[in-house]
């Protein structure tokens, strides 16, 4: 395997264990108290919208050519890593 699809199959592991993560925290979420919930459903969205963009990043970087890896890889990295401090930010308040 070379370091390209290491990385790629890297982020894909990694991205699939946030996003299972993530539905065990909205279960979580949905038994919360009323007026915790709603802060919980805003923020579980925000993090849905972090997984999509990170898993559209994924796809864009398993077609980028040589000359734009290293541009992809750099934001590729940035995007997992908004969804994991939003990921973790939350895990620290419910």
Partial sequence: MTSRETY????????????SKMTEMEGQAKVAR??????YRAEIDKMHGYSKQALSKLDELGQAGEATW???VTEMDKVRDAF???????????
Avoid: P, T
């Fill in 8 to 19: 790629v199959a890297k982020m894909k592991l990694q991205l699939d264990e946030l996003n």
């Fill in 70 to 72: 290293e541009a992809m």
């Fill in 84 to 94: 994991m401090h939003s990921f973790k930010d939350f895990k620290g308040r419910i």
């Fill in 34 to 39: 009323a007026e915790a919930r709603d802060a």
